[in-house]
């Protein structure tokens, strides 16, 4: 008679190992990623981040995926922390070149995205995604 191989869970580095981390194109955040010009948003709104003391060195994209994704989900500054660390669409969209626990962020730079980026720009750069979809 064989005996069948025991399956044991896998702890989080094996796990890592085991299954790789590829995302699905058709995700809606890799979707309205590849919709954005980013590099015409950063040319455009670069110039905003120098004018203030900056809590952050931040990337307009980061700065404006953030604000994207907590207008969507009314997310508190908080929560919209913990949301990127655990979600690896979150952290891809915000321009993250890998799956991190250490996100370049705190609630005082959050803050500091919304007092730069009006409500106004995260309607056009909705209104692109829009337009596209």
């Known amino acids: ?13 094996d796990f ?13 955040w890799v979707e309205y990623a590849d919709r954005i010009p980013w590099d015409k948003l950063e040319d455009k709104y670069a110039g905003f981040f120098h004018e203030y003391k900056n809590p952050v060195t931040s990337p307009v994209r980061l700065a404006i995926a953030c604000l994207l994704i907590q ?18 669409y979150y952290q891809f969209f915000i321009g993250l ?22 409500p106004d720009i995260i309607s056009d750069v909705k209104e692109m995604i829009r337009k596209e979809g």
Not at 21 to 27: K, M
Not at 71 to 84: H, I, M, N, R, V
């Open 71 to 88: 207008d969507k989900y009314q997310y508190s500054d908080e929560d919209l922390l913990a949301f990127l660390k655990e979600n690896v």
């Open 16 to 28: 890592k190992r085991a299954a790789g981390i590829h995302l699905n194109p058709e995700n809606r």
């Open 97 to 118: 070149k890998h799956f991190s626990y250490d996100i370049p962020l705190n609630t005082e730079s959050i803050a500091f995205f919304r007092n730069i980026l009006t």
């Open 1 to 13: 008679m064989l005996k069948s191989e025991t399956q044991k869970q896998l702890d989080e580095f």
